[in-house]
């Protein structure tokens, strides 16, 4: 069971100036990043409005729950708040988002981009999430809502890429700039717990658009999109090796420096299989399909970028019932081998285990070479952890 969280409150106005402290209150969910149960909660205790800024300090190494201490903006001086004799600093790497001013200008942005297709907003804003990787609000429209979203600039560009992939089954995208993206409501909900036949249709839309894209690496890379190819990845992967390595076992450095000096005969294997370069989601699960039943989208591509199709096959079964593993895994099979004739994605599979999980320790990597220290504890522990799952996969291929 996830513990509680607390939720400590720096108070300051837009010019940047400290109000003081609210001291810590329970709110509804344990997530860090969940923003709109910590608003709720102030507005509930202290009846004002606040705007969460981002993460100051945490009682715990990692999420989720404890103690959580977070700056927030409030547009007028509060009464009755604790002096906080902390510092605020100005770093190099926080986000826009992150500070005094900056959600404003992101709303400012939104409803400006709505008001130029005629769309009003009926209701404040409501702030749902905000952290090193996304500040995301949902702003309520009179038959529906727009969701504004705003990433870090090391993240891939998600509205370059969302106008490209317009279609059924990415999110309808309203505007964008930059690193904003505003988006239509989708009807339906998250699909976390879909069962099997909706499993197989998700895997079937993602070979589906990776068809699509086949042939076409040279236009992602021009959108920004990241390079997980063989030759970008073994440099990505040999690197975050080498910067993590003390923190591993003796055992698994061996497995690890053999792995990584074995790199470029694994590609190579893996191309001999047959399956082509082309799009992937990055953080393909269930949980990022949104449906109602006659369609499906899939949300979230800030993570995409171009490699084997099958990198997105790992974390998408890791997070599907035991009982659906097997049938999930032969239908992906079977679309590869429909898509590309002659191929042998059961090779690749097995190939590509151990990189897809290297994979996941190089990007942590660059979260924490991108974002201030305060945020490190959502990303701290995770090139370690899959390091060591990747050292596990090989070893077992190797016995």
């Known amino acids: 069971m996830a513990m509680e969280r607390r939720a400590a409150i720096v108070l300051v106005l837009p010019d940047g100036s400290v109000v003081g402290r609210l001291p810590p209150l329970p709110v509804a969910t344990p997530w860090w990043q969940e923003t709109e149960p910590v608003v709720a909660a102030v507005r ?21 729950g404890g103690t959580v201490t977070y700056l927030a903006e409030t547009p007028q001086p509060v009464a009755a708040v604790e002096t ?21 200008a992101d709303l400012e942005w939104a409803e400006s981009v709505l008001a130029g297709r005629g769309l009003m907003p009926i209701g404040a804003p409501v702030q749902i999430r905000t952290w090193n990787l996304s500040s995301l609000w949902r702003i309520p429209l009179r038959h529906s809502a727009a969701w ?16 490209r992939l317009a279609g059924p089954h990415a999110p309808r995208l309203l505007g964008h700039d930059g690193t904003r993206s505003l988006i239509a409501d989708i009807p339906g909900n998250d699909l976390y717990d879909a069962p099997l036949p909706v499993l197989q249709e998700m895997v079937a839309l993602l070979a589906a658009m990776q068809q699509e894209w086949r042939g076409r690496a040279e236009a992602l890379l021009d959108l920004g999109l990241s390079d997980y190819r063989g030759p970008a990845l073994s440099v990505m992967i040999g690197s975050v090796f080498e910067r993590n390595a003390d923190a591993l076992s003796a055992d698994d450095r061996e497995v690890l420096a053999a792995f990584v000096a074995d790199l470029p005969e694994r590609f190579a294997r893996l191309t001999e299989c047959g399956l082509p370069d082309t799009l992937i989601h990055g953080d393909f699960h269930p949980g990022n399909f949104r449906g109602d039943g006659k369609s499906l989208v899939l949300l979230d591509w800030a993570d995409s970028g171009i490699g084997h199709p099958l990198l997105d096959q790992p974390a998408f079964l890791s997070r599907v019932q035991a009982d659906a593993m097997a049938p999930v ?7 590869w081998k429909k898509h590309a004739p002659g191929s042998d994605p059961q090779r690749a599979e097995a190939l590509l285990a151990p990189i897809a999980a290297a994979r996941q320790a190089a990007i942590y ?12 504890p959502y990303h701290r522990g995770d090139p370690q952890a899959w390091l ?6 090989r070893a077992e291929q190797v016995e």
Not at 365 to 376: G, M, V
């Open 148 to 163: 504004l979203k705003v990433i870090p600039g090391f993240l891939s560009p998600e509205g370059a890429l969302l106008r």
């Open 84 to 104: 906080w004799r902390g510092a605020l600093d100005a770093h190099p790497l926080r986000l826009p988002y992150a500070k005094p001013g900056g959600p404003a």
């Open 44 to 64: 509930a205790r202290h009846g004002i409005e606040i705007t969460v800024l981002r993460l100051l300090q945490a009682e715990l190494d990692a999420p989720p």
């Open 329 to 335: 895994r032969a239908h992906w099979i079977a679309q």
């Open 388 to 393: 060591e799952r990747t050292a596990a996969l």
């Open 365 to 376: 990597q660059r979260f924490l070479d991108n974002i201030e220290p305060s945020e490190h």
